[in-house]
């Protein structure tokens, strides 16, 4: 079981930056996988950035030299530096974590989202 809690989003300008974290309620060392996945209204949840098995890190085509993925095991914080923003990246931005066992399927828990504005 693991919570997660997201912050860092607002408004920002086209051009700009934001910073978003996740906080879990665990050791993210213990976690199989993170990342950050965005929804936008009419728009089917898609990945942003994530660790996943070994560490791996994958980005989203459309964010991809943007924004960076990172984490901080002694705060079991993730986080989202995201630059350049564009009016395309306004989102809800939610973390996500994956926990897997040996005897049954993977289980998934989300945050409560953090919402992101880009706009002039």
């Known amino acids: 079981q693991v919570q997660l809690v997201e912050s860092g989003g607002g408004l920002v300008q086209p051009g700009g930056s934001l910073r978003l974290s996740c906080a879990a309620s665990?050791?993210?060392?213990?976690?199989?996988?993170m990342g950050w996945y965005r929804q936008a209204p009419g728009k089917q949840r898609e990945l942003v950035a994530g660790?996943?098995?070994?560490?791996?890190?994958d980005y989203g085509d459309s964010v991809k030299g943007r924004f960076t993925i990172s984490r901080d095991n002694a705060k079991n914080t993730v986080y989202l530096q995201m630059n350049s923003l564009k009016p395309e990246d306004t989102a809800v931005y939610y973390c996500?974590?994956?926990?897997?066992?040996?005897?049954?399927?993977?289980?998934?828990?989300w945050g409560q989202g953090t919402q992101v504005t880009v706009s002039s």
């Open positions: 996500n974590a994956v926990l897997e066992s040996a005897y049954g399927p993977p289980r998934v828990y």
């Open positions: 665990r050791s993210i060392f213990s976690i199989n996988a």
């Open positions: 660790f996943f098995s070994g560490s791996r890190t």
